[in-house]
C-alpha cells in the first residue's frame, strides 16, 4: 500500500491525477502541493512513498527541490511529469536521481503504468527514451544529440538557473555553495558546450524550450 504526494501549480492538473491514482487500490492516501515549499512542507510533515512532481514550481526550480528530496527524504521516490520536452529534460533528470520522467500529454494509462513502475522500485523510461538512449550507446558521437545532455547532474542544475539570468552570486547562495564553485561549474558548462558567455546559453536554452 502506497501513499502519493502530487506537486503541481495547476489544480486542474493534481485533481486529474488524483482521480487516476485514487482509482488504484493499492494507493491508500494521495496529497497536494501547489509550490515548491509547500511540497517540501508536506515532506517534512508526513511519509510518503512516491513524490509525483512538474520540473516548474512557481517558487523554486523542480530540479532543487528533486535535490533536496534525494539528500533528504532518500526513501521517497520521485516520478517527474512535465510538459517540457522529453528529449530535452528526461535524460539530465534522471541523472540527477528522479526513478522516472513523463509527459503530461500522455494517458492516463501510461500515467498509471509509471507510478506503478517506480513504485516497485524500478525506473520508468517511455519507449521513445529507452529506444533513443540504446541509440546512444551505439554511437559515441551523435550530431543530433543535445549539447546539454553532456552536462552532470549539478551542472544541469546551474545550466538552468544561468540560463534563466541568475547571477553566480545568487546561485551561490541558493544552492550553499562557494561562489568560486559556482564559478567552476559555469566555466565547465561554457566548454562542455562551446559557448563564450551566459547570453549563450540562455540563447540555446531559449530555441530548445527549456526555459520560456
Known amino acids: ?26 494507493i491508500t492516501e494521495v ?21 509525483i512532481m ?6 523554486r526550480s523542480g ?17 517527474i511529469m512535465s510538459g517540457l520536452p522529453e528529449e530535452q529534460y528526461a535524460r539530465n533528470v534522471l541523472r540527477a536521481g528522479a526513478c522516472g520522467y513523463l509527459s503530461k500529454g500522455g494517458s492516463s494509462d501510461e500515467m498509471l503504468k509509471a507510478v506503478r513502475v517506480v513504485l516497485s522500485g524500478r525506473r520508468y523510461v517511455s519507449d521513445s527514451l529507452a529506444e533513443s538512449m540504446a541509440g546512444d550507446l551505439e554511437a559515441k558521437h551523435d550530431p543530433n544529440k543535445p549539447l546539454h545532455s553532456e552536462l552532470s547532474a549539478r551542472e544541469f542544475q546551474i545550466f538552468c538557473k544561468l540560463a534563466a539570468g541568475a547571477s553566480v552570486g545568487d546561485i551561490a547562495v541558493e544552492l550553499n555553495l562557494s561562489v568560486k564553485t559556482v564559478s567552476t561549474y ?7 558546450m562551446n559557448f563564450k558567455s551566459n547570453a549563450d546559453i540562455t540563447g540555446y536554452a531559449l530555441r530548445n524550450g527549456i526555459i520560456q
Open 186 to 192: 559555469r566555466t565547465r558548462i561554457l566548454e562542455k
Open 63 to 79: 530540479l532543487d527541490i528533486l535535490s533536496q528530496v534525494i539528500t533528504r527524504y532518500p526513501s521517497v521516490r520521485v516520478l
Open 31 to 51: 496529497g497536494e502541493a501547489a509550490s515548491g515549499n509547500e511540497t517540501l512542507d508536506q515532506l517534512r510533515r508526513q511519509d510518503w512513498d512516491l513524490l
Open 54 to 59: 512538474d520540473i516548474r514550481m512557481p517558487d
Open 1 to 26: 500500500m502506497s501513499r502519493v504526494l502530487i506537486a503541481d501549480d495547476h489544480a486542474v492538473v493534481r485533481a486529474g491525477y488524483r482521480q487516476f491514482l485514487e482509482a488504484d487500490s493499492s
